[in-house]
């Protein structure tokens, strides 16, 4: 194993690091670092995971270390392979490698057990018979001490023989508990003899039905850091009252004792972060499922088009702190943009087609124009881009009757096309509803390429698709899901799903896409020019391209509208 060095200076400084620096320049762990990550597999990882993510595989790496990706698999009523396997896929997507460090707490199973029995023997633990309601009941309240149980002082051998009679399957779920003997009257809730194992007759993922007893996450999470041999555990906040459990259970079975660290977990506005409420969203239809674009998931985030690198750029900017607060989305959809503004091929889509007719064009001519695939990238060159009598503009680039700052087409007004030429409108064409149907057009052949040879000025730049190559496409608009910055704010009786937004979904069906866009690869991301970022769906197939928007471009046109204007 590489020696980690103790002096780093490439890593940004925060208190976790420096707990892992002041440990090496002591040499607590033997000059060692070494993390874990270790998911619930009940649900989809989502966006709060990857500040975890990264932070454990990021600080290790730093150091010279080792991270474990470790499944804490001791619920098996809410665990499922699908969940597994999920997982598996994410933390590689967003860019970590494990090697041969994959476990589950369920390979300790055994080890757990034994560990329990140490603990009866030891005095430290007992069998109760008190029902979960009961428990509830003896546990005090934060002004109160709580109440023994009347089975706390049980005979050493009566609780071993039961805890081997509740593994032999002999007793119905929730009959008996193991707890830990500690303090009732200890102020930390967790202290006052928590549950250590509980009787569940499921059927394990991995485990089938070898068990009928499963450890609390309380008792396997330590122990099983321990069996690791991890240096530092990296949990989020709400672990920090836990914490003396932690290390009560390592002290008094006397085993190697990993250093438990707490830090401040991820919180962003319009968003929610709860695999539980998340779980609710898909099992009541709200969103089409865990990957659903709309949905905080990786999964979901990635199917949008969020690169894993604007991830890793976002979690590292965030830093850590011990206290709870949210961070602005616009924040993460920056280094969204920031990505995909380096990365991201240029194309032109029009999403609410109007059709132009340029009158003075030949009939039957096709040119191929010159389009630049990035100008953030030289060395991503050039396509051609057909170009015919017939084009598709953005309903939205004409007016009719336009507003004083409006600069785009309109009746008498000159406006330049992206690679194209310049075109000025000469009149329009309505269906028998009084809606534009089309708008006619002259051109100037000579402003080929959007420049004119006697230096005449245009106000207005638009982006066209030719009619006759286009290919028809559907666009997914998604925007934010919840209405409210904190989606867990309700009015009384209301639960959180009254904070939907009815529109965080419009699907567009008949979009006009340049044509090398009818084979697009899902997963393919691009920019199309004045939209914004979007990248091809899973449900696309060849010839039938489907895209989600990612995410906007810098957004003047709200910028304006906030000082009651029109876009120009």
């Given at each position: ?473 559907e666009v997914r608009m998604y925007s934010n899901l919840f209405l409210k910055e ?83």
């Amino acid at each position: 194993m590489t020696t980690p060095n103790p002096e780093p200076a490439s890593g940004p400084s925060n208190f976790v690091r420096d707990i892992i620096l002041d440990d090496l320049k002591t040499n607590k762990y033997r000059g060692r670092v070494h993390t874990r990550f270790p998911p619930e597999p009940n649900g989809y990882l989502h966006i709060g995971h990857a500040k975890s993510i990264c932070l454990n595989f990021g600080l290790a790496a730093e150091f010279g270390g080792k991270t474990n990706l470790r499944f804490d698999d001791t619920n098996p009523s809410k665990e499922e392979t699908e969940y597994v396997d999920s997982i598996i896929d994410n933390v590689h997507w967003l860019g970590f490698d494990w090697q041969d460090r994959l476990f589950y707490a369920s390979d300790y199973f055994g080890q757990l057990y034994e560990w329990a029995v140490q603990l009866i023997q030891a005095g430290k633990a007992y069998v109760c018979d008190l029902t979960a309601d009961e428990i509830r009941q003896y546990r005090g309240t934060p002004s109160e001490p709580g109440k023994e149980s009347p089975y706390r002082n049980r005979g050493i051998e009566e609780s071993l023989d039961l805890f081997a009679r509740m593994k032999a399957g002999k007793f119905l779920d929730g009959t008996r508990t193991l707890r830990a003997k500690i303090d009732m009257a200890s102020p930390n809730f967790n202290m006052r003899d928590p549950i250590m194992y509980r009787i569940l007759h499921a059927e394990h993922h991995r485990t089938g039905n070898e068990w009928c007893i499963y450890p609390m996450y309380d008792y396997a999470h330590g122990q099983s850091d321990s069996i690791e041999g991890i240096t530092h555990s990296i949990c989020t906040l709400e672990f920090e009252d836990h914490r003396p459990l932690y290390d009560w259970y390592v002290e008094a079975l006397g085993i190697y004792h990993p250093r438990q660290i707490e830090f401040d977990r991820l919180n962003l506005t319009y968003t929610l972060l709860s695999k539980r409420k998340l779980l609710t969203l898909v099992q009541e239809g709200h969103v089409r499922g865990w990957d659903d674009p709309r949905m905080p998931t990786l999964s979901g985030i990635r199917r949008r088009g969020y690169t894993p690198e604007a991830l890793r750029n976002f979690c590292a900017s965030i830093g850590l702190s011990k206290t709870t607060g949210s961070i602005e989305l616009g924040r993460l959809e920056y280094f969204v943009r920031e990505d995909l503004n380096k990365s991201a091929p240029r194309v032109m889509a029009v999403l609410r087609p109007l059709k132009v007719i340029i009158d003075n064009y030949p009939e039957g001519q096709v040119e191929e124009m010159d389009a630049i695939n990035n100008p953030e990238d030289a060395g991503a060159g050039t396509r051609k881009v057909p170009f015919s009598k017939v084009l598709f503009i953005e309903r939205e680039d004409f007016r009719e009757d336009p507003p004083k700052e409006f600069f785009r087409l309109s009746p008498g007004r000159e406006v330049r096309l992206r690679y194209g030429y310049f075109i000025k409108c000469t009149g329009v064409v309505k269906n028998a509803s009084g809606e534009i149907a089309e708008v006619h057009c002259t051109y100037d052949p000579a402003t080929r390429g959007g420049n004119a040879p006697d230096g005449r000025k245009v106000k207005a730049t638009i982006h066209w698709v030719s009619a006759g190559q286009a290919v028809s496409g559907e666009v997914r608009m998604y925007s934010n899901l919840f209405l409210k910055e904190d989606p867990g704010q309700v009015e009384e009786g209301q639960d959180f799903t009254a904070n939907l937004n009815p529109k965080s979904l419009e699907v567009l069906v008949e979009c006009k896409l340049e044509p090398e866009l009818a084979n697009a690869a899902p997963g393919t991301r691009y920019q199309f020019e004045r939209l914004g970022y979007f990248c091809v769906d899973a449900d696309a197939a060849p010839g039938k391209p489907v895209f989600n928007r990612t995410v906007t471009l810098k957004d003047a046109w709200a910028k304006i509208e906030k000082r009651g204007k029109q876009p120009k």
